[in-house]
């Protein structure tokens, strides 16, 4: 019998700690919850979750520095739930890594109808048995959220990186459109998300060592999508 999904409460409040994790435990999640960075830090060590909640105003940390470094080092969907309503925070806090951002107050049921979202995201039928895509003389470790090119030099993209990633080695020479992005990726469709994409497939780009002036791998089709154009192997 497969584990409940473990989801991690990162707020500084202990009401919102506890009215998340009634509700995430009543729809049969693990939960664990914790009011400072550190020990939330120190937890994860111990024990990776599947899901990351993470507020922004910590009394120990800035959130968003939490965020960044959740999406470099961990493979749990993050989730930022803030009282930050402004779209440049949303904006900066999807940038960072987050995958979704749920802005105070909420409905505990939203939280719950999120958390589910990504982890079918992540664990959707559509994905391939391995872990592994060989592609333009790379290979992309999704189990690892590794990029390894051909001379063995090592490449650590993010979660949020990495679905971006898998869209495109999923439907190599297809054209995928804003529109299919936000259906597959999740999160509100506008001037948010898109910047968003625009960051996570940038970054892509230069991970991969792309010319951004004339990239050959991820190309861009103005007004219509992107279309990754490399041979992809799934091992």
């Known amino acids: 019998m497969s584990r409940a999904p473990l989801v991690a409460i990162l707020d500084d409040e202990p009401e919102i700690r506890r009215m998340l994790a009634l509700a995430l435990e009543e729809a049969g999640f693990q939960t664990t919850a914790f009011g400072r960075a550190t020990e939330f830090e120190a937890a994860l060590k ?41 779209v440049q925070d949303r904006v900066t806090g999807l940038e960072l890594g987050a995958d979704d951002y749920i802005i105070k107050p909420f409905d505990p049921a939203e939280v719950v109808a999120r958390v589910r979202a990504r982890l079918r995201k992540g664990r ?21 959220y590794l990029l390894v090119a051909c001379d063995g030099a090592e490449v650590a993209f993010s979660h949020a990186e990495g679905e971006v990633l898998r869209l495109f080695l999923e439907s190599p020479r297809r054209l995928i459109s804003r529109a299919q992005m936000q259906e597959s990726l999740g999160g509100a469709a ?45 091992r």
């Open 124 to 144: 959707g039928e559509s994905q391939p048995a391995t872990q592994t895509a060989h592609f333009s003389g790379w290979t992309a470790h999704f189990d690892r």
């Open 46 to 86: 111990r024990r990776a979750p599947d899901v990351c909640l993470v507020d922004l105003g910590l009394p120990d940390r800035d959130g968003l520095a939490v965020v960044h470094r959740l999406a470099l080092e961990s493979g749990a969907a993050i989730i930022i739930v803030s009282g930050r309503a402004q």
């Open 190 to 234: 506008g001037e948010s998300f898109d910047r968003a994409m625009d960051v996570r497939i940038s970054r892509l780009r230069t991970k991969l060592g792309e010319d951004p002036r004339n990239p050959t791998l991820i190309k861009t089709i103005y007004g219509a999508g992107y279309i990754f154009l490399g041979e992809v192997e799934w």
